[in-house]
């Protein structure tokens, strides 16, 4: 049975930064691609970021250039730095994981979630 946890949300102020991690059992970020999400109350849920098997990464555009998305494979974590954040980016933020080599943003290619960790921003 595959476990996805993400862990490393918190408050921070506009302009701060937040490092989340995620560590799934029964699975390998090594040989797969991963990614994260975030959901906003009252919206829908968005891709922010996702990584390759070889470790090629992709960024909705308004992350590009403050975020960062990484893996471990040695620690079979996968990590998304945060850097520059909005308030507007308030939100649950969600570990996902799927099988192959090629990612992309939208949610139908992810097969495993993790529950989710909060992220505030505030101004």
């Known amino acids: 049975q595959v476990q996805v946890v993400e862990s490393g949300g918190g408050s921070v102020q506009a302009v701060g930064s937040l490092r989340l991690s995620c560590t799934a059992s029964?699975?390998?970020?090594?040989?797969?691609?991963a990614g994260w999400f975030r959901q906003a109350l009252g919206k829908e849920r968005e891709g922010v970021a996702c990584i390759e098997r070889v470790g090629t990464e992709m960024y909705a555009d308004s992350v590009k250039g403050r975020f960062t998305i990484s893996k471990d494979n040695a620690k079979n974590t996968l990590y998304l730095e945060m850097n520059n954040l909005k308030p507007e980016e308030t939100a649950m933020y969600y570990c996902?994981?799927?099988?192959?080599?090629?990612?992309?943003?939208?949610?139908?290619?992810?097969?495993?979630w993790g529950q989710g960790t909060q992220v505030t921003v505030s101004s």
């Open positions: 996902a994981a799927g099988y192959g080599w090629l990612c992309g943003l939208s949610e139908r290619r992810f097969v495993y």
């Open positions: 029964g699975y390998t970020f090594g040989t797969n691609f």
